[in-house]
């Protein structure tokens, strides 16, 4: 007989502490000073992107160093199938070690977070649906951390409503022949593999019924281009690009899942995307208490320590409250989706609040910072960017609103 789902749960995150303790020591031991001895790139906005915008060269290298030393020591794909030689491991440890990496190392740093695949850009659960020749093909290297992918969903006049993509896929004899434009795909400027989503058959596609299928493309075939970088925020580059395909042709065997089925698979992506933004989010809010803490109990005006104003140590208790709820959202979601294989309302829910929290989170501990808040130096401006542009991505704030009350009033609590 299976175990209680209470019981499971208190197994699983036993095994969690061990496993994150193995991964906390591989980073700080690894990682960490790779990145010291490295500090002049990521301090420097010029040093880090390229002319193009997208990450320097030695940016690259470092990276690939993180993500084939991470795979040779067991953790890179700790959230892939078993079956493809991964962990398997699921929902409730991806939501608490990625809470845990980002409450540990912070915001203004990549190379740490390198070191568990990341869903939409490197090996995830949704390498299960690659055909048997494509992962004879591909999948090697890619578990090795050598390479990497980018998942190509959204287009110019396609957001929130994916199902409006124009990008087309056409049969041609055997193969498959792809044209359009996507934009705001993140890590294409570096990827090598693009999980990209087309519509195969556009009755059933203005039907909103399915006709959109998903293709693995070599982001090295002709007629793939990336046209150009996105910064953001006064960056002087970025990791999400605006690609075009034009008549790209890739074999049969490059369909993922099922023909005209993409939209489960996206489905499938953007949950685990979602549940990664929470712990992300939890994990961010996090450790800018921790900072705003330390600061307001040394800080003095007026001769007084400026914890002693309810003005500055109320926020921060509001900020405590909130971590609270949005953890304990998130762990119950998590736990639901193990449990069930499928959470996507208890998702929205978790992803609207986790995410709008960090953001009140940031804006409450910048604030008790005074200027200092605002410096590069305390790296919380760059919490606050994270948690603004997930407000947007994997799903719009309104959009899982939207979501959320179509359940609401169908009668769903
Ligand atoms: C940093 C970043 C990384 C991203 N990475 C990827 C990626 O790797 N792959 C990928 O495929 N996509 C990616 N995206 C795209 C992302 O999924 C879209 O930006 C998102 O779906 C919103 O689409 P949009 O930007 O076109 O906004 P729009 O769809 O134009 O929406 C504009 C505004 O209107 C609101 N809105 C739209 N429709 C409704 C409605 N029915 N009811 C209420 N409000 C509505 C939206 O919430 C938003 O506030 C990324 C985006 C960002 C910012």
Redesign the pocket.
């Known amino acids: 007989m299976a175990a209680p789902v209470t019981a499971r749960h208190s197994a699983v995150l036993a095994d969690v502490e061990d496993l994150l303790g193995g991964l906390t020591d591989f980073v700080d031991s690894v990682v960490v000073p790779l990145e010291a001895r490295h500090a002049e790139l990521f301090d420097q906005g010029r040093r880090f992107y390229a002319e193009s915008g997208a990450y320097s060269d030695p940016v690259r290298e470092l990276l690939l160093q993180v993500r084939e030393r991470s795979a040779a020591a067991g953790y890179y794909t700790m959230f892939v199938p078993e079956e493809l030689g991964g962990g398997g491991l699921g929902p409730v440890t991806l939501y608490e070690v990625w809470r845990r990496l980002y409450s540990r190392y912070g915001p203004a740093r990549i190379l740490p977070f390198a070191s568990v695949a990341h869903w939409?850009?490197a090996p995830s659960s949704l390498c299960r649906h690659l055909s048997a020749r494509t992962r004879d093909e591909m999948l090697e290297p890619y578990l090795a951390g050598t390479t990497t992918s980018?998942?190509?969903?959204?287009e110019?006049?396609?957001?929130?409503?994916?199902w409006a993509m124009t990008t087309r896929a056409r049969r041609d004899g055997e193969d498959w022949v792809l044209t359009g434009t996507?934009?705001?795909?993140?890590?294409?400027p570096e990827a090598d593999w693009a999980f990209v989503?087309a519509v195969t058959d556009e009755e059933q596609r203005a039907a909103r019924r399915g006709g959109i299928s998903c293709f693995l493309v070599p982001t090295s075939a002709p007629g793939f281009a990336v046209d150009s970088v996105?910064a953001?925020f006064g960056q002087a580059g970025?990791?999400?690009g605006i690609l075009s395909l034009t008549d790209v042709r890739v074999p049969a065997h490059a369909l993922v899942g099922a023909l005209h089925q993409g939209f489960d698979l996206a489905l499938e992506g953007v949950s685990t995307g979602r549940l990664y933004n929470a712990g992300r989010c939890v994990g961010l809010a996090d450790w800018a208490l921790r900072q705003a803490g330390a600061y307001v109990a040394e800080r003095r005006t007026f001769g007084t320590r400026i914890a002693d104003y309810q003005g500055v140590s109320f926020p921060l208790a509001d900020c405590a409250v909130e971590i609270y709820a949005g953890d304990a959202m998130a762990r119950e979601c998590a736990r639901t989706l193990e449990a069930t294989g499928a959470a996507h309302h208890e998702i929205a829910m978790t992803k609207v609040y986790t995410t709008e929290m960090c953001s009140r989170v940031y804006e409450r501990c910048m604030q008790v910072h005074g200027g200092m808040g605002l410096t590069n130096e305390l790296r919380l401006y760059d919490g606050w960017h994270q948690a603004r542009?997930?407000r947007?991505?994997?799903?719009?704030?309104?959009?899982l609103?939207?979501n959320i009350a179509r359940k609401v009033i169908g009668g769903r609590r």
């Not at 110019?156 to 994916?162: I, N």
């Not at 996507?182 to 294409?188: F, H």
């Open positions: 939409s850009y980018c998942f190509a969903m959204s110019p006049d396609a957001g929130s409503d994916a996507k934009q705001w795909i993140t890590n294409s989503f996105i953001l970025g990791h999400e542009i997930v947007i991505a994997d799903g719009s704030a309104e959009i609103r939207r």
